[in-house]
């Protein structure tokens, strides 16, 4: 299930902060949506209570901590694999 924030705590390099979470996994993916709407993605690093730590891969520079909206995926990476890779 898709769960949607709008609003930043912080942000430090890679890295932005999100509270008032619920539901929230280890390693779930997201999809952060800028003011702009553009949109990158990022993997939930930490949880702790009502608090998540992401890392953005595509970098932070342009966020604005007010506007960008939080969209938690429910799910973590997946693959596509061959019959030939799994033998």
Same mark, same amino acid.
């Given at each position: ?13 890679? *890295? ?11 390693? !779930? ?6 003011? &702009? =709407? /553009? ?5 939930? *690093? ?11 891969? !595509? ?6 901590? &007010? =506007? /960008? ?6 799910r ?12």
């Amino acid at each position: 299930m898709i769960k949607e924030y709008k609003g930043l705590v912080n942000i430090v390099g890679p *890295l932005i902060f999100i509270d008032n979470v619920k539901g929230v996994k280890y390693e !779930e993916l997201v999809e952060i949506e800028l003011s &702009d =709407k /553009t949109k990158r993605s990022g993997k939930v *690093l930490e949880v702790h209570n009502d608090k998540a730590l992401i890392q953005v891969f !595509e970098g932070t520079s342009g966020i604005d901590i &007010d =506007k /960008t909206k939080t969209r938690f995926l429910g799910r973590g990476i997946q693959i596509s694999l061959s019959k030939d890779m799994l033998g």
